[in-house]
């Protein structure tokens, strides 16, 4: 396809992007970013090593660089500690920007949406994140100090884009790169990191006139994957400017979503998830009609957080706009594909390398590669990357509907024949088996007729079960083409497990109290404990018991549970002291037991003799 195309499909259905208030960072150019930044190595047992500098580094010579050494990592570092000075026209320029009510403030902390187990993972999870590599404290700060001055000498909203045939389908890629990550110390989310790499997918295909139509998107988003990725350009959660979908990208994390709202986002540590699994086990035995109680009443995402740390990434969309009708509109795109040095030889990190186990604070790698080097998923297999690989191009379904009822068809008359003669060979030895039953002699075939006839009545029974299956496919597959021809819209949803949904606010009683209370539980408790042991050991069964039994009333009456409290409470109590009573009368209620048995024995057995006479 011609690069004049490319380019004109690519701006014909751009997407929209619409940023939370406070957000810092905006899709830019990687050539400023790669002049601004310097290129290290790290080696095994090494300290860090420049490379280029900051001042020589450019685009070309990033994709001409040859890079040796399996476990060396190469990254960039963007930015250098600011002075003094810096930093604090920073913190004064924040404190105008709060002045004004322009910075981002959560409408409700993270911890009071979960409960007691989730927030000492959390706790857990911040005392890890002060040992691990980390981005520095002041990396942030230097970050928008730095970008600022990008947008002043280049002001621009840039995104890189790709178009791909595969399949049948036209799939428009568009990139967009931030120069920092700032979820963590912007938004109160997981982490931080330089350089973000985020993805949007159109699916198109081309109709009987040549003309592209789009059918499907994809938005790249936290615990989200193959299906539950895209939507279909008719359902009604993609929101749409003409041609143009609508982006709501979390702040500082840069996710996307389809709607705006709060989305709590789990992070699970590896060392927890066998008690991840054991509860979901639990929930699935003994919790479906109390998860469906949840779900109704609070919206995705307020529940299952027990053993993974939550964080809420903010899409309110009520900060800047880019893209059609926006105040601010997107530069012509730059396409990229495997021709370009720097996207298809530059394997390293496009930012700084914490050295962080978990990656988290680790900036990631090119449009192209994972952090390991490895070749993107999205980038090779932009179908299977979200589940695309088994739907059909609109263009294609009518041969295909043709093809499939006749190859049903086909099936269909195979097992009825299959099922005639599997039939005729059961009547065949029935007969048989009728004939000789009753004569000594012959037994000995009486008893291989028996057996041939139960292992061929399973594989009739099987391939009548087969037929009805295939019937129902067929009376289905020409259901759904008779729609297609009328012009019907398809299931538009049937694909989604987990659908991106924000939270719907549920309502505290003495709501600010209830987020301090979530600030400082797990301390105070953690205190509490303490002070158990040591100025009251003997007590501390009791101790214990009574402190557990605080926190849990004083978290019902903030999430207005008072009454499901003393509800479970009764329902235990009455347990257990109907399990006292069999401990004490065991024997009595045994012997009492049999005795009663005896009695109904006696009376059922003597009714049906009756009954008979």
């Not at 400017?241 to 702040?251: L, T």
């Not at 060979?425 to 000594?440: S, W």
Request: aromatic letters at 12%; hydrophobic letters at 40%; a neutral charge.
């Amino acid at each position: 396809m011609p690069e004049l195309d490319q380019v004109t499909l690519l701006r014909r259905f751009e997407p929209i992007l619409r940023f939370t208030q406070g957000e810092r960072f905006s899709p830019y150019n990687v050539d400023d970013y790669v002049k601004k930044s310097s290129l290290w190595v790290k080696k095994p047992k090494f300290p860090p090593e420049e490379l280029i500098s900051e001042t020589d580094l450019t685009l070309d010579k990033l994709g001409s660089k040859n890079l040796e050494g399996a476990k060396y990592v190469y990254y960039l570092q963007f930015i250098s500690p600011v002075n003094l000075a810096e930093m604090a026209e920073f913190r004064l320029n924040e404190l105008r920007e709060a002045l004004k009510k322009r910075e981002f403030h959560p409408t409700r902390s993270r911890l009071s949406r979960v409960g007691y187990l989730a927030r000492m993972v959390d706790a857990a999870y911040s005392l890890m994140l002060l040992l691990r590599g980390r981005v520095p404290g002041d990396a942030m700060a230097a970050a928008v100090i730095t970008f600022n001055k990008m947008l002043v000498d280049n002001p621009c909203y840039q995104y890189y884009g790709r178009v791909i045939q595969q399949s049948g389908w036209i799939i428009l890629q568009y990139w967009y790169f931030y120069p920092f990550n700032n979820w963590r110390s912007g938004f109160y989310g997981a982490n931080d990191h330089e350089a973000d790499w985020e993805m949007v997918n159109i699916y198109c295909y081309q109709d009987e006139q040549g003309e592209v139509k789009p059918s499907w998107v994809a938005y790249a988003s936290h615990n989200y994957t193959g299906d539950d990725l895209r939507r279909h350009w008719d359902d009604p959660e993609l929101e749409k400017s003409g041609e143009h979908p609508v982006v709501y990208v979390g702040g500082g994390s840069h996710a996307s979503y389809y709607q705006r709202g709060e989305y709590l986002t789990e992070l699970g540590l590896a060392f927890l998830q066998p008690l991840v699994k054991f509860k979901k086990r639990f929930d699935l035995l003994f919790g479906k009609d109390f998860e469906k109680k949840e779900d109704s009443e609070e919206g995705f995402g307020e529940q299952g957080q027990v053993f993974t740390i939550p964080f809420v990434d903010y899409a309110l969309g009520d900060g800047l706009s880019i893209g059609h009708g926006c105040e601010t509109s997107w530069e012509p795109p730059v396409v990229i594909g495997p021709a370009d040095d720097w996207v298809l030889n530059f394997r390293g990190l496009w930012g700084y390398y914490a050295q962080d186990p978990f990656s988290g604070e680790d900036a990631p790698a090119g449009p192209r590669y994972n952090r390991d080097g490895t070749v993107r998923q999205a980038w090779f297999d932009p179908l299977g990357w979200a589940g695309m690989e088994k739907v059909l191009p609109p263009i294609d379904q009518p041969e295909m509907l043709i093809a499939r009822k006749a190859g049903i068809q086909a099936t269909i008359n195979t097992l009825q024949a299959e099922i005639a003669q599997l039939q005729e060979v059961h009547y065949q030895r029935g007969f048989d088996l009728e004939a000789i039953r009753n004569l000594p002699h012959l037994q000995g075939e009486v008893d291989v007729l028996n057996r041939n006839l139960e292992k061929e009545r399973q594989a009739l029974a099987d391939k009548r079960r087969q037929l009805t299956v295939e019937q129902t496919k067929l009376g289905a597959i020409k259901r759904y083409g008779a729609a297609v021809t009328d012009g019907r819209p398809p299931v538009l949803r049937a694909h989604i497990k987990h659908a991106h949904q924000p939270q719907v606010k549920k309502s505290l009683r003495f709501s600010h109290l209830a987020e301090i209370w979530a600030a400082i539980s797990i301390g105070l408790m953690m205190i509490a404990v303490v002070v158990l042991i040591v100025f009251a050991r003997s007590f501390l069964f009791y101790g214990l018991a009574g402190l557990v039994l605080a926190l849990i009333i004083i978290e019902s009456a903030f999430r207005r549970r008072l009454a499901d409290l003393v509800q479970w409470i009764a329902i235990l109590l009455a347990i257990g002291g109907f399990l006292i009573l069999i401990f004490q009368f065991f024997w009595v209620i045994v012997l009492a037991g049999a005795m009663i048995t005896g009695f109904y024995m006696i009376v059922s057995n003597l009714r049906e003799l009756f009954a008979r006479q």
